[in-house]
């Protein structure tokens, strides 16, 4: 049975895949950081709270198209973490070329929250 963090990153994730930006807030606390500061994408930054996810998540599907996350592995990291290995897969919408990106994701949980 997944803990408890791990159903929450899996919901996060899967809500994202369907592009339903307002359910994945639900699970972003209005405190988070995405730090996405260390990325080689153009999108690279820190983004505050559930409005800086959702900008994130908008700004990736201005540039992508069928963008999705399919999990590879995930490892519970109690009491409040949670590494997601994943590859983000999508296709540029200008250039057709289709992204396969493999990277990991250490999620920090609070309050019931990402």
Do not use: C, K
């Not at 069928?66 to 997601?84: G, K, S």
């Amino acid at each position: 049975m997944l803990g408890e963090n791990v159903e929450i990153v899996h919901r996060v994730l899967r809500r994202l895949n369907d592009q339903d930006l307002d359910a994945a807030a639900q699970d972003i606390h209005p405190e988070a950081e995405l730090d996405w500061s260390d990325s080689q994408a153009p999108d690279g930054g820190v983004y505050h709270g559930r409005e800086g996810w959702s900008a994130w998540m908008r700004g990736r599907g201005e540039g992508l198209s069928d963008l999705r996350f399919d999990i590879t592995e995930v490892i519970d990291v109690p009491p409040d973490r949670v590494v997601v290995v994943a590859r983000l897969l999508a296709r540029g919408r200008a250039s057709g070329i289709n992204v396969d990106a493999l990277g990991a994701v250490v999620w920090t949980l609070r309050d019931g929250m990402v």
